[in-house]
């Protein structure tokens, strides 16, 4: 039996799942045209949106570890979220009454869309979305009263959307219905519903996704079933901050694929040459484990009975190739033995008195623990436990890695350091990426903003002058090894490849969810500090590691933190979804109790630069970061227990941003919101580095203009 088999997503039963798509708006009863059906075959993976049926199967999902892609919402009072699923997952959710509603991304999408870009070029844990129950108007004695704590508008490629967040005083009511009416200034009307938002279990306030209307709002109010009225408010524009113009020549594109950890090394070592005099390479203190796996195999076929064998070493020192077999000794009595020669592992099998093989799976792979511990660990396979185990093999051990061009040994991180003065005089900012593998859109974001930066250094003053006042930190992957695999193995890989499973999950068939979260392996507010959004099953998408800190690549980011204290800064650039985010990044469960919220000055110099960043950002394309994905983690995403910005705050006090780029595009044919997935065509990436470049170059100015104001030290 060969072990690839198993491995590779081929699919061998073509089971075939297909969903009816459907808009289901108000007020339409069926779709106009008959929309093509969402199909997923039983083994492919791919990013979905679902319209799950209810809170409790958001819930259920969340707490058997689903990989959530995204913040669930609401819509048309159902509740959307994006899940990394299999065809088969998908079945059984559906099966639960969900409904697929856009398929994101299919786990072929990715390979696909980088091998385009390389030819042109060359949980939330426990969220709660509520709908509003049917029939309920003003028949409570109670009246409640309304609080517009949000009304925004903006107005991008040539259509205006309006959004609002009202909070009522019946907070414990789950029944009550808000309902927002607007007026522009020619005076058309209309209005929509909001929707509950609890968190934790906690009501939070009612919102809506951005509702279209026709032109700028002027007058925006709210009324519940409980009869409560708000006062007339007048919407604001958002977020009303605008970038200085850029001179005439100014140069950006300098992205034109997506690119490789191999690429990222090589585009690093060309800035260091092309701009000698501006640039440091800083080699990061903790090598990570490269892009190796163990080598193994099934000795005996899975479906029946049989053993995992795997190398003590790496695959590639060695290891892959190393064949496994059990043999019938041929005589009556023998005792079972293990012996290792010529490069293979020859267990011979206990015999009986009438010469029949009388081993199980279990005395099997305790023989090979106990005989060749060195060089071979061996686990019984789910499901054969306490089975005869049969005459096998020979089974050739290998590590299943296909990326046959990145080289097999530890990783070097490295981080650009870029600035006219770069010996810690001036204030520092520090914009790390992709430590989630699967996000290959976010070393394109820190790269294109690092050459912008230098190439305009020569031609514009103001660039100029901005790396003579700011010292500047780069690292474009934290996480190659995982970036590795996603290219070559898994594109929807998040996690670091460090295997720490134990016993049964070290089974090759859970080979695509190992690895640590490196984003949930930070000291502050962690899973091992009690905190919300992450885990320690070693096969969750979440995994926290072993201990604060077990990882070489969140390790790499506190140490270059600490050794540069000039550094205030950070922004932490992830995909996808369109998030501006900032501290408190997570809460304990019970009372859903936040790390201390920043003072009032803090919050509104996030509040105020993040106004400045999200105009920036929209300067390219119009891209606009929702206000309601605008705020703190906690708030506007999920609680993620120990992520990189609330160590660097918290510890360091940095100011810690985060992105999420890849905002939803809005689909003026179908009036909804589409998800662009981690690995979208190459264009959508390209938009995404342009647009998101120009956001870190605002978060320089951001820097300069804070330690301007600074008394001098
Ligand atoms: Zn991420």
């Known amino acids: 039996m060969i072990v690839r088999r198993r491995w590779t997503a081929a699919a061998t039963t073509a089971i075939l799942f297909s969903a009816v798509l459907s808009h289901p708006g108000p007020g339409s009863a069926a779709p106009a045209d008959p929309a093509p059906p969402i199909t997923l075959s039983a083994t492919e993976t791919a990013v979905v949106r679902v319209q799950l049926r209810d809170q409790a199967q958001l819930d259920r999902l969340v707490a058997a570890g689903a990989d959530l892609a995204n913040r669930p919402r609401a819509r048309d009072g159902r509740i959307l979220a994006d899940l990394v699923l299999t065809g088969t997952q ?175 090394q090589a585009r690093i070592k060309r800035l260091a040459r092309q701009y000698r005099d501006l640039v440091d390479v800083i080699d990061l203190p903790n090598k990570t484990q490269g892009y190796r796996r163990n080598a193994v195999a099934y000795l005996g076929d899975p479906a029946v009975a049989a053993v995992v064998v795997e190398s003590v070493r790496f695959g590639d020192q060695g290891m892959n190739g190393v064949q496994v077999r059990t043999v019938d000794p041929g005589r ?26 009388v081993s199980s799976t279990d005395e099997v792979a305790t023989a090979i623990n106990t005989r060749q511990p060195n060089r071979f660990r061996a686990t019984v396979e789910d499901g054969s436990a306490g089975l ?40 520092g900012v520090l914009a790390y990426s992709q430590e989630h593998a699967r996000e290959w859109a976010t070393p394109l974001v820190t790269l294109e903003f690092a050459e912008r930066m230098l190439a305009n250094s020569r031609t514009d003053p103001a660039t100029r002058e901005l790396l003579e006042q700011v010292d500047i930190f780069v690292i474009p992957t934290v996480n190659p090894d995982g970036a590795n695999y996603s290219f070559n193995d898994f594109n929807m890989q998040r996690k670091n490849l460090v295997n720490h499973c134990t016993g049964p999950a070290r089974d090759p068939k859970n080979r695509t969810s190992w690895g640590v979260d490196v984003n949930r392996n930070y000291t502050v507010g962690s899973y091992f500090d009690g905190y919300v959004g992450a885990s320690a099953n070693c096969l969750s998408g979440t995994y926290a590691g072993t201990a604060e800190l077990s990882e070489a690549e969140s390790s790499n980011v506190i140490a270059l933190a600490q050794t540069h204290p000039n550094i205030r800064f950070a922004m932490n650039v992830h995909s996808y979804g369109g998030y501006f985010m900032w501290p408190p990044g997570a809460y304990r469960a019970d009372g859903r109790v936040t790390l201390p919220r920043p003072s009032i000055d803090e919050s509104t110099l996030f509040l105020d630069s993040a106004r400045r960043i999200v105009g920036a950002i929209a300067q390219e394309r119009g891209t606009v970061t929702w206000p309601s994905q605008t705020g703190p983690v906690a708030d506007v995403l999920y609680s993620a227990a120990g992520n990189s910005a609330d160590q660097l705050y918290y510890e360091l006090g940095i100011f810690a941003w985060d992105f999420e780029v890849g905002n939803d595009r809005w689909n003026p044919g179908t009036g909804e919101w589409e998800g662009v997935g981690f690995q979208p065509p190459f264009d959508e990436a390209h938009g995404e580095s342009q647009e998101y470049a120009g956001g870190l170059v605002e978060l320089v100015r951001v820097a300069r203009d804070h330690a301007a104001a600074q008394p001098a030290a």
């Open 332 to 357: 009556p009595n023998r005792p079972l033995t293990v012996g290792y020669r010529d490069r293979v592992l020859t267990v011979s099998l206990a015999t009986d008195t009438a010469g029949k093989t």
């Open 90 to 264: 998908l079945a059984e959710l559906s099966a639960q009454g969900a409904t697929a509603v856009q398929i994101v991304q299919r786990a072929g999408d990715g390979s696909r869309h980088y091998a385009e870009s390389v030819r042109a070029a060359q949980a939330r844990t426990a969220a709660g979305l509520r709908a509003p129950a049917a029939g309920q108007r003003t028949t409570a004695s109670a009246v409640d009263t309304l609080q517009v704590q949000q009304a925004y508008w903006w107005t991008t490629g040539g259509q205006t959307f309006l959004q609002a967040q009202v909070a009522t005083t019946a907070t414990d009511d789950p029944d009550v219905e808000i309902t927002v009416s607007w007026r522009t200034a020619d005076g058309a009307t209309g209005s929509f519903p909001l929707f509950r938002f609890e968190d934790s279990g906690e009501y939070q306030y009612h919102y809506a996704l951005p509702q279209p209307v026709p032109s700028r709002p002027v007058q925006l109010s709210a009324t519940s079933s409980l009869g409560g009225v708000s006062r007339v408010i007048t919407p604001t524009l958002w977020p009303n901050a605008t970038p200085p113009p850029l001179p005439a020549g100014y140069q950006k594109d300098f992205i034109d694929a997506y690119l490789t950890p191999i690429d990222i």
């Open 388 to 427: 005869p185990m049969p005459v096998a093999g020979p089974a050739r051990l290998d590590d299943g890695l296909q990326g046959s061009e990145v080289p097999a040994r530890p990783w070097t991180v490295q981080a650009l350091r870029l600035g006219v003065h770069r010996d810690g005089s001036r204030v």
